[in-house]
């Protein structure tokens, strides 16, 4: 059983469109990372949610932390191929000494 | 901007083999990790170092798996014995402090053949 669940595992799309991708775990976290990786590149960090019912946006993307703070989405609107790349959501562990991820939702935005 | 950076971008080592994994990190980051992408496969934790030793470590990083900071600056990762499943890319990462962002290098890509 994996701890967070990301779905859908690809999602391909036309410019411009809009899109939502998920983060559900069963579990509770304190905080939540989202972090985008594009082919031959390590992740990059794009927000931290901490609060339940969070709502942050960066641009044209928008992330919310649910109430209960066991789930999280990314929506994008108006997608561009720079948009294109592996998104994951990581939470840390227990410790706090480390990061686990979730397998990511692959996106292709085509022109 | 600072980054972490990562020596060589690409290995190629025959099972068997020893190979070191090198990560320069940023300067004033006093946190280190190694994580591991096998192909398709999800961002894996391999160990966490802090303060010249191991904060904690995965079920991944067995016996064979070794880490230190040999000179103050550099982070390398030690295989002592190759295994075709040990192909990967492998990441290093840092931070400032265990709870804020993790800034990741562009990773090695470790080929066991």
């Known amino acids: 059983t994996q701890l967070l669940e990301q779905s859908p595992q690809f999602l391909s799309i036309q410019e411009g469109e809009n899109l939502t991708v998920y983060c559900n775990s069963s579990?509770?976290?304190?905080?939540l990372q989202w972090y985008r990786q594009e082919p031959g590149e390590g992740p990059v960090l794009l927000v931290t949610?901490?609060?339940?019912?969070e709502v942050k946006k960066l641009k044209r993307l928008t992330f919310q932390f649910g109430d209960a703070r066991k789930d999280s989405s990314l929506h994008i609107t108006a997608a561009q191929t720079g948009d294109t790349g592996l998104y994951l959501c990581?939470?840390?562990?227990?410790?706090?000494?480390?990061?686990?991820f979730g397998k990511g939702t692959t996106l292709s935005v085509s022109s | 901007e600072p980054e972490v950076t990562q020596t060589p971008s690409h290995q190629v080592t025959q099972m068997g083999q020893e190979v070191i994994l090198r990560c320069v990190p940023i300067?004033?980051?006093?946190?280190f990790y190694w994580y591991r992408q096998i192909l398709g496969q999800k961002v894996e934790f391999l160990v966490s170092?802090?303060?010249?030793?191991?904060?904690?470590k995965s079920e991944i990083f067995d016996d064979q798996f070794s880490v230190e900071r040999p000179d103050g600056s550099n982070f390398t990762l030690k295989i002592r014995s190759t295994k075709l499943e040990d192909s990967a890319m492998y990441f290093c990462?840092?931070?400032?402090?265990?709870?804020?962002?993790?800034?990741f290098g562009q990773g090695t890509r470790l080929t066991v053949v």
């Open positions: 990581a939470v840390l562990n227990q410790a706090g000494t480390a990061l686990i």
């Open positions: 579990s509770v976290f304190s905080s």
């Open positions: 949610v901490v609060t339940g019912g």
């Open positions: 300067s004033n980051h006093l946190y």
């Open positions: 170092f802090y303060n010249n030793e191991i904060s904690e």
């Open positions: 990462a840092d931070s400032y402090r265990p709870n804020t962002e993790a800034f």
